[in-house]
């Protein structure tokens, strides 16, 4: 009935104002925290642009070097190799034999303990190579957290292409309702005006009017619901990359080519 059909578009221009009410809210906030007053409340209504930052064709898997999860985790590999190396290297000391000889005068047991670090009127000397198994514990120590870190890098990696190809994934889905949503919008739109002219031309009842608008205004909350989307959609693909979509190493590389450098 009419009635039913003007209850209905009642509460969707009721939805209307409080969503107004709201960006109305929003903005004297934004204003209140860069310390203006009312003349920083003429903010312009946003433009939600769903072209901007489209996806790619192509986005290669080298642009998550760029995140900081994944060079805090490539750190720490160099960080446990150079250790690793440091304990490999243990087992090849620098003994000057020159300096050595002076122990021979009070026996090879002396120079093999562990104490012997430094002869009174020699050289210093380092023999850790005698004392195997602490060696040995140290270089499987330093192994272990290569490995670790090793393990801890592939598993950021891991995490940080599930976590593109997820926001890839949710992108593409709000990409493929945003076209089906731009078609019903149209024919919302097209349907509204006919049914306005129809009504005016006395071709058709009111009732027409009211289920064409209240369709039009919940296609263009639909809209507007799937537009943010999208653009939050694409900030967390760009939080999943560490940056933009083209790498400026790449970029770096082709001016250089360019400059003949």
Do not use: W
């Not at 760029?66 to 304990?87: P, Q, V, W």
């Not at 024919?187 to 006919?194: E, W």
């Amino acid at each position: 009935s009419d009635e039913h059909a003007k209850a209905l578009l009642s509460i969707e221009k009721e939805d209307s104002i409080r969503a107004k009410a709201v960006r109305e809210l929003a903005v004297h906030q934004i204003a209140a925290l860069v310390g203006r007053g009312a003349d920083a409340y003429n903010i312009s209504r946003p433009k939600l642009d769903r072209s901007a930052l489209a996806l790619p064709a192509m986005l290669p898997a080298d642009l998550l070097a760029r995140r900081a999860d994944i060079a805090a985790a490539e750190a720490r590999i160099d960080a446990a190799t150079a250790g690793r190396h440091a304990a490999h290297q243990a087992f090849y000391p620098d003994i000057n034999l020159i300096g050595a000889a002076g122990f021979a005068a009070i026996g090879l047991s002396t120079l093999f303990s562990g104490g012997s670090g430094q002869y009174g009127i020699g050289p210093a000397i380092h023999l850790p190579i005698f004392d195997a198994g602490e060696l040995r514990a140290k270089y499987a120590g330093a192994t272990a957290q290569l490995d670790e870190a090793v393990a801890s890098y592939n598993q950021s990696v891991v995490g940080a292409v599930k976590q593109t190809a997820d926001a890839i994934t949710d992108l593409q889905s709000l990409e493929g309702q945003a076209a089906q949503q731009r078609e019903a919008l149209r024919a919302s739109n097209a349907s509204f005006d006919l049914a306005t002219r129809r009504y005016r031309s006395g071709l058709s009842p009111q009732l027409n009017v009211l289920s064409a608008e209240d369709v039009l205004i919940q296609a263009k909350r639909q809209d507007a619901s799937i537009s943010a989307d999208l653009l939050s959609a694409r900030v967390s693909l760009l939080m999943a990359l560490g940056g933009g979509y083209t790498n400026p190493h790449s970029n770096m590389a082709s001016n250089n080519r360019d400059n003949g450098q």
